[in-house]
Nanobody
Framework: QVQLVESGGGLVQAGGSLRLSCAAS????????MGWFRQAPGKEREFVAA????????YYPDSVKGRFTISRDNAKNTVYLQMNSLKPEDTAVYYC????????????????????WGQGTQVTVSS
């Protein structure tokens, strides 16, 4: 079992930056691929970024590519999401998630493949 706790959300003006953190419990964190998702009111959960267990590969949708960067520190059991050039449409609750299938050799944006989820942190971008 892995517990995930996000932090770092808040209110920021358009064009600004935020860095989200996701702290994980458990000794197997370093074996999990990790992802960030977001959900705005009335919308489906949307994939934002994913990172391989080793940190060597990352994957982003076009909506955030070039603006968001996912990284991880396995020694600290933490994954990060650096968000730059924020836009009002980035406003959502952001969730980190862990994929416990360490045999999966690809990164996925499908939320159903992630097994553990944090409680989320609110990001609000004002225009």
């Amino acid at each position: 079992q892995v517990q995930l706790v996000e932090s770092g959300g808040g209110l920021v003006q358009a064009g600004g930056s935020l860095r989200l953190s996701c702290a994980a419990s458990g000794r197997t964190f370093s074996r999990y691929n990790m992802g960030w998702f977001r959900q705005a009111p009335g919308k489906e959960r949307e994939f934002v970024a994913a990172i391989r267990w080793s940190g060597g590969y990352t994957y982003y949708p076009d909506s955030v590519k070039g603006r968001f960067t996912i990284s991880r520190d396995n020694a600290k059991n933490t994954v990060y999401l650096q968000m730059n050039s924020l836009k009002p449409e980035d406003t959502a609750v952001y969730y980190c998630a862990a994929d416990r299938d360490y045999t999966r050799n690809y990164l996925s944006g499908n939320p159903r493949l992630y097994d553990y989820w944090g409680q989320g942190t609110q990001v609000t971008v004002s225009s």
